[in-house]
């Protein structure tokens, strides 16, 4: 019974030094917003699978881009079964700067998402490699702030992104999470160890992609075409940085309801169950997150009060401070109130993922497994 207490405290300790490190970085290290106008030739890629229903919201952000610069949109049709190639054609008609890609000009080898995006790259006449998907709404200047970061040999761009609103508590918990993992995504790279991405935001060099030899290390995953991708970049030295100007922010789809979330989580927590094959001191801070939370309802079980307190008081502060620094960095208007709702679901909910991921390979993307 003490070495299993001793096993829970290491990992309980090894979790609040990350968060404590989070803190530090957003206080002290948080890096500076780059507003400025610039002129490299982009394009951004985003694969869609029967994306009707958002793609003229989406192609109409594109094109009201105020983008000094060469502005180049490959939109990738993933074999959709809807009308997502007819409004790609007949915008493509219209605009010069829109070009409709089949995925089956994607490597044959890679899983579905990522075979669409090695098309949609393929087809890109530019260096500069920008990405987002076709439920997300983005600024005018999305492109120019995105692309206003590299600067300084920077070869890979991680943006914010945050879930748009709907009523109901699966929409309240989805936002708060996934901004808190927003918030530690950027902690982390400002202090130059940059951890996670989202392929809802981000960009990176057409060069880097090449070093890596592209996705072939990751064409059997179901997903791994951001934080997983980014690891790769990482092992061949590429110079990582967050954009923090607010135009970069995108606007995602939100789940409607509870059984959704925790099927779109499902998948992204697969990426975690192999994590340690790309980068092992990673896939320990998520086996410390997921053991703090297990530890928090073990001594509930077991009833052990005293231990209980303590572990969910340093706890709760450490999580609270991370919150109240995120809200500030990004501006957020998120209540203690939505705070409590988050910090009570999320310790099940973590221990409940965890299961989960080990089912991943038996899930599909899109109506499809890999």
């Known amino acids: ?57 989406l192609i109409q952000d594109l094109l009201k881009q105020n983008y000094a610069g060469q502005l180049e949109i490959i939109l990738v049709d993933d074999m959709s079964s809807d009308k997502t190639k007819e409004i790609i054609k007949s915008y493509e008609s219209q605009s010069s700067k829109i070009k409709y890609v089949c995925s089956s000009e994607g ?7 990522k075979r669409a995006l090695d098309a949609g790259i393929k087809n890109a006449s530019n260096e500069y490699l920008l990405f987002t998907d076709v439920d997300c709404r ?29 009523y109901g508590f699966a929409n309240l918990f989805q936002r708060i999470d996934f901004l808190i993992l927003m918030f530690s995504a950027k902690a982390v790279t400002d202090i130059r160890y ?7 935001n981000q960009a990176f060099t057409k060069s880097i992609f090449k070093k890596v030899g592209g996705y072939k290390k990751i064409s059997n995953l179901l997903m791994g075409d951001d ?23 995108v606007l995602c789809r939100s789940e409607s ?29 998520m086996v410390a997150t997921v053991i703090s939370n297990l530890f928090v309802l073990i001594l509930l079980l077991i009833c052990d009060w005293n231990s209980l307190i303590i572990i969910l008081s340093i706890k709760f502060i450490i999580e609270l401070l991370l919150f109240i620094l995120g809200i500030i960095n990004f501006k957020v208007n998120l209540s203690f109130i939505d705070f409590i709702f988050w910090f009570t679901i999320n310790i099940p909910y973590v221990c409940l993922m965890c299961i989960a991921s080990f089912f991943v390979p038996l899930m599909s993307w899109k109506k499809r497994k890999q």
Not at 21 to 32: A, E, R
Not at 229 to 247: G, I, T, Y
């Open 1 to 57: 019974m003490e070495y299993i207490v001793i096993f829970f405290s290491i990992y309980f300790g090894i979790y609040i030094l990350f968060l404590l490190l989070n803190i530090i970085s957003l206080l002290f290290f948080s890096s500076k917003i780059v507003s400025q106008n610039i002129s490299i030739p982009v394009s951004v890629i985003v694969a869609i699978r029967n994306g009707e229903k958002s793609l003229n919201n």
């Open 107 to 113: 490597d044959s080898e890679l899983s579905f998402k």
């Open 138 to 166: 983005l600024s005018k200047l999305w492109v120019n702030a995105m692309a206003s970061s590299f600067v300084n040999d920077v070869d890979y761009v991680i943006g914010f992104s945050r879930a748009k609103y709907i």
């Open 194 to 200: 940059p951890l996670a991405s989202s392929g809802q």
């Open 227 to 249: 934080s997983i991708f980014l690891q790769l970049c990482l092992k061949e030295k590429a110079n990582v940085v967050f954009c923090n100007d607010p135009q970069s922010y």
């Open 257 to 285: 309801n509870w059984k959704n979330l925790l099927m779109q989580r499902m998948r992204w927590a697969g990426d975690g169950n192999i994590m340690w094959q790309y980068n092992f001191i990673f896939y320990q801070i």
